[in-house]
């Protein structure tokens, strides 16, 4: 239960970055749901099609849909106005979401018999899909591909996760310590604009 | 039958489209059958894919596969002379064959148990989706996502096809009603330069 | 056998590619191997998705991700000494992998039922999908669709595997015959800088 409060939250606030994209190349309203939409659904989408979860998870339960159009009015009102948001307000935010997304994931891939591997591969793309599309759509070089830490904290997170599973632990707990996990790192990596050593070809 | 002659004509329509961007891009004659495919059945692909209707369409009927093929040779021809068309054709051709796709994506939703809600998206993602991977294959911003009344108008005559079932009229009434409704407002915004109020971030 | 040690080969190939995209993007460890999965399963990925063979392959058989989670170190080690390679070699092992990844696609379409004109899709796919999406996601116009020969060598190779079959050919040697067809064909292409005409619009 609360987990699924906290997917409708990582779904919304997915959605609300899709918005921001938009409203920066100067969407109509509905092309703004387009984009908020896949973002917030399609990593989710892929991972359900790559299970072979058939029909995809936002077909049987319409409450996402619902609050990926709510997002998309409150969120298209509330940049009218002059904000008064703190800086850390959206990363936080995202990272909340991408850890309960990651946990999803994982635990949707198991419950479709994958091995712990894949059910980290299926978290990593349930947190991360959504926005690499975003971005691919948006013409950016996708942001979990170039930013501090972002598949990585997911990938702790999971293999946490998954560890925890085979280890006898209860599900519940094993998740809860997955997204703690997957969001320390994030929150580290914000807070402190951590970085691994990039991987650069010599010339 | 009608409407399978119909999305026999959306498909020809959107393959030419992808063969025109094809040779902006400068690409070689089976580059050109790749991108036009993408685009004459990528958009109904995902919706199968999502549906979990599998093999997809193209699969178990390649009537598909073949007009597109015709489509690409013909149009390729018909580009080396002169262009006698008027300017409108290609935009009125576009808007025929979006509404149909957009009226078989709800139609086949329904038919595996999607809600309206659900149906009304897989009808944009069908009418939608092959001119997005063709854009972004091409590099360029989705033309959907900054164009008038492109996903307003699918969202629209989605919304009138499944009212109309919803209100007992007969199913290929409410379709012909759906494909009139997307293809009545694409026609006014292409006639008028219609344009929904844009949401951009205030900066 | 031999056909499973020929795959794992061009998975490997096919993720050092992605990670050499990754090092001009300077993405850190992680995003490295992202990129190099997607690279490397993608095609195989969207061609099961397609086929309705779910969950896709590398949920059930692990042995890719490992030998793409090696790839990546091995090739992120490689290249930080200056190199010894002679230019020949990438372009040759990429046109390794691509004929035997056509064959699998071909293959396996058959396998579920595909018509063989559906199966020389599924093979082109399967084939150049995996590179598509990673320049995409490199912000690249796909190579396969600019580049010499490519898509075109897949298709013909296709042609002659599943010409092949319906002659009555035992499946492994009409494999064979479709790898050794596409290998060719790209060697011939790389060796003499072959390209097809190309189709480009008059202005």
Redesign the interface.
């Known amino acids: 239960m609360l987990i699924y409060i906290l997917d409708m939250f990582g779904t919304a606030i997915f959605a609300a970055s899709g918005?921001?994209m938009?409203?920066?190349?100067?969407?109509?309203?509905?092309?703004?749901?387009?984009?908020a939409?896949v973002t917030a659904i399609g990593g989710g989408?892929i991972r359900d099609?790559?299970?072979?979860a058939?029909?995809?998870f936002?077909?049987t339960d319409?409450n996402y849909?619902w609050v990926i159009f709510i997002t998309c009015i409150f969120t298209?009102l509330a940049?009218?106005r002059?904000k008064r948001m703190p800086w850390y307000f959206l990363p936080v935010a995202d990272a909340i979401g991408l850890a309960v997304f990651v946990a999803i994931g994982v635990e949707k891939a198991l419950r479709?018999?994958?091995?712990p591997?894949?059910a980290v591969?299926m978290g990593?793309i349930t947190g991360?899909g959504g926005g690499?599309i975003r971005d691919?759509?948006?013409?950016?070089?996708?942001m979990?591909?170039?930013m501090?830490?972002?598949?990585?904290a997911c990938?702790i997170g999971g293999i946490v996760h998954t560890a925890g599973l085979s280890l006898g632990i209860l599900p519940s707990v094993a998740a809860v310590m997955g997204i703690i996990t997957t969001l320390t790192i994030r929150l580290a990596a914000i807070r402190w604009n951590l970085?691994?050593?990039?991987?650069?070809?010599?010339s």
């Open positions: 918005v921001l938009a409203g920066r190349l100067r969407m109509d309203p509905f092309g703004v749901i387009v984009l939409s989408t099609m790559a299970l072979g058939a029909p995809v936002w077909i319409t849909l298209m940049t009218q002059p479709y018999g994958a091995s591997m894949v591969i990593v991360c690499v691919v759509l948006g013409r950016e070089i996708p979990v591909l170039r501090e830490v972002y598949a990585t990938i970085s691994l050593p990039i991987f650069a070809l010599r």
